[in-house]
């Protein structure tokens, strides 16, 4: 016939077992996965990289340039100067 009652409460307490120690599992890896700290230890030029190159885009969008543009603009800059 088939499996008996307790046999199957039985196989549903080890799914359910395996199923909780492979959610933890999951947990920490996502866990280890977004972590800088661990990431820094696995590869550390690749995050300073990647740290240079946000800085980099960073001061590019806010930042603008402190350089004076070249054409109307140097006028300005000389009287401000002479001032």
């Known amino acids: 016939m088939g499996?008996?009652?307790?046999?199957?409460?039985?196989?549903?307490?080890?799914?359910?077992?395996?199923l909780g120690s492979n959610l933890r599992e999951l947990e920490t890896k996502v866990k280890d996965a977004a972590d800088w700290r661990k990431q820094f230890q696995k590869s550390p030029l690749t995050?300073?990289?990647?740290?240079?190159?946000?800085?980099?885009?960073?001061?590019?969008?806010?930042?603008?340039?402190?350089?004076?543009?070249?054409?109307?603009?140097?006028?300005?800059v000389k009287e401000q100067l002479n001032d």
């Open 47 to 76: 995050m300073i990289a990647i740290a240079l190159g946000g800085g980099l885009l960073l001061s590019r969008v806010l930042g603008g340039s402190s350089r004076p543009a070249l054409g109307g603009n140097t006028m300005n």
């Open 3 to 18: 499996e008996r009652s307790d046999q199957i409460a039985r196989r549903i307490e080890e799914t359910r077992g395996d």
